[in-house]
């Protein structure tokens, strides 16, 4: 069945001429996912096949002993790639997203993960969807990334960029804590709570959903920051412009605050440390396929109501 799609489809572009929109594709992915291997030989072949370049990252390649591939590190795909293909769920793409935003280079996505906000493409039908979209048949999506740094004495001396969002807690269960929150260098409020979130539009339907924060459309220029479990009644989340400055500092000497960042990576904030939140110089290209519609994806993923009429 693999082998009549790829003949297929190589014979729809046999018989048309396309608008060469990339020239060399990157494909990476979760290392150790032995059920996408059918998925990797597929887009390798099918690109070779269809005159691309294509580099597949040399760990997936190794974990499954494909043969006769041109192989590369995340660096050097970065560097050649103008799209890159995601084989994997939205914590893959995401992960994939920070260390190619550097690469200024186009990312999009085949899901096999359990919710796919982020990965477009069908596993069942993507390499139809990949054809159409190396025929220009797509469009193009910025979206900013947030930018962590922590500070003491004023010398930064950890950062690191995140897509989703930032989360501040004290890395015990069920265990308040205490902070300062400062935006564009001016008190904002005081807070004590199980943490602090701080999320991009894009991430405003991850965790910060879970929080009771609100969606952000993708298209905002903003940052919402959401209390968890604040102690007391008035607490709500605060949507602020994308290009402030939010600074925390910290009220309490005995306890080693912890920073997230797309629940990915893990900073400690250490006594007389304090953490600057800003927006990145870098972002994510996300191509999606010309069919896709963010609201559609919304009422499909959150089982929201059917229109009525």
């Known amino acids: 069945m693999y082998n009549w799609i790829l003949k297929n489809l190589c014979m729809q572009k046999n018989n048309k001429k396309l608008k060469i929109k990339f020239k060399t594709i990157g494909i990476v992915g979760r290392q150790g996912d032995s059920k996408s291997s059918e998925i990797y030989k597929l887009i390798y072949n099918w690109l070779i096949l269809n005159k691309y ?10 974990d499954l002993k494909l043969k006769n591939v041109i192989t590369g590190t995340l660096i050097e795909i970065g560097k050649l790639s103008d799209l890159v293909i995601v084989v994997g769920g939205d914590g893959s793409l995401i992960s ?15 899901n096999r993960g359990s919710l796919g906000f982020l990965t477009d493409l069908d596993p069942d039908k993507f390499l139809h969807q990949l054809s159409c979209i190396l025929n220009g048949i797509f469009f193009e999506e910025k979206r900013f990334l947030l930018e962590v740094q922590i500070l003491k004495l004023n010398k930064k001396i950890r950062k690191n960029n995140v897509v989703n969002e930032i989360v501040l807690y004290s890395g015990k269960v069920a265990h308040m804590i205490e902070f300062d929150v400062y935006i564009d260098e001016k008190f ?19 965790y910060s959903l879970s929080a009771g924060g609100p ?10 920051l959401i209390p968890m479990f604040p102690h007391t009644l008035s607490s709500r989340p605060l949507i602020i412009n ?3 400055k939010v600074k925390l500092r910290f009220l309490q000497d005995n306890i080693n605050y912890k920073i997230s960042c797309d629940s990915q990576i893990i900073l400690t904030i250490r006594y007389g440390e304090e953490v600057i939140v800003k927006r990145s110089n ?9 069919e896709y519609d963010y609201f559609n994806r919304l009422n499909t993923k959150l089982n929201w109501s059917k229109k009525t009429f």
Do not use: M
């Open 282 to 290: 870098k972002n994510i290209n996300l191509i999606h396929p010309k």
């Open 242 to 244: 994308s290009n402030s």
């Open 188 to 206: 904002a409020f005081s807070q004590r709570a199980d943490g602090l979130i701080i999320a991009t539009p894009t991430g405003s339907t991850a």
């Open 96 to 110: 994939f997203a920070r260390i190619f935003s550097k690469y200024n280079i186009k990312i999009i996505g085949v």
């Open 215 to 224: 969606i952000l459309s993708p298209n905002l220029e903003a940052i919402v």
């Open 53 to 62: 370049n294509a580099i597949i990252d040399r760990y997936i390649a190794n």
